[in-house]
C-alpha cells in the first residue's frame, strides 16, 4: 500500500495533548477555526447553518482493527489517512446520506447517533466537548480537502 502523505490523528489525542493549530484555514484562506480562542466566534461554527459540505475523496483502504481509514483526494491524487472515528462517520454522513448538508446537520446527526449508541452526555459541558471535536475534525477535514466548503 502507498504511504499517506498526510495524517488526520485522533481529534480527542489532539486536543488532550494541546496539539491543536492556533489557526485552521480552509484551502481557499477562509478562516475555520482558532481553536484556544473563543469557540462560539469561530466562523465554522458561526456559520454553521449557512455553510455546506461536499466530499472531494475516494474511498482507498479501511484498517478498522488498528482505526485507520486511507482516502484519495479526487482533486490531487493525494493519500490522507484518517485515524479519527467520528470524523469517519461524518465524511460517509456527507458522502452517502446528505451531500451538500450543512455544517451543523452533520454535527447534529453526530451527536444524535453518539446518543442513540451510548446513552445521554453526563451534562452540557460534556455534550459541548464532544461537539467542539466534532467541529474541528471538520475544521480539519476541510483543511486537508476531503471536504469542499460551500458558503453561501
Known sequence: MEQAHVVIPDITDLVEQHRLDKEIYAPDGTLLMKPYEVIAENPLIMNRKKWRLFTN?????????EDRWIVKLNTSGQLVEIRDNDLVRMLNYIKTQQPGATVEEVVNQELARTVEETGEFKDDDEMGAYAMTLYLGLAYAIKYGLLILVKD
Open 57 to 65: 475523496y475516494t474511498a482507498v483502504a479501511s484498517y478498522l482493527d
